[in-house]
Nanobody, 128 residues
């Protein structure tokens, strides 16, 4: 059974930092591209970032580029999202997700239908 468990969300002041983690099990983690997606109450899901299978290629939404950094540790089956210079508009429930297909073939990272399994999410709240 595929399981994705996010952690690290918290209440943080504007300008602060957080590091989210996503612990994966039940599949060959190192064979799949992984993504981060966020969703605010009453809003649709928004793609944040995607990383290729070995961490060599990183992709970001314009809204987080330069502030967020995605990484992965395949030995630990864990995905990370380092979030710096946080803004109130970053307040969301953050989910990790697996790409539908194994390998590093490019796809439309912002198309959420291209992701297969999702975690339950971890809440990030940016407020003073």
């Amino acid at each position: 059974e595929v399981q994705l468990v996010e952690s690290g969300g918290a209440l943080v002041q504007p300008g602060g930092s957080l590091r989210l983690s996503c612990s994966a099990s039940g599949f060959s983690f190192g064979s799949f591209m992984m993504g981060w997606v966020r969703q605010a109450p009453g809003k649709g899901r928004e793609w944040v970032s995607t990383i290729d299978t070995n961490g060599g290629r990183l992709y970001y939404a314009d809204s987080v580029k330069g502030r967020f950094t995605v990484s992965r540790d395949n030995a630990k089956n864990t995905l990370y999202l380092q979030m710096n210079t946080l803004k109130p508009e970053d307040t969301d429930l953050y989910h990790c997700a697996t790409a539908n297909l194994a390998g590093d073939a490019p796809f439309d990272f912002s198309d959420l239908d291209e992701y297969d399994y999702w975690g339950q999410g971890t809440q990030v709240t940016v407020s003073s």
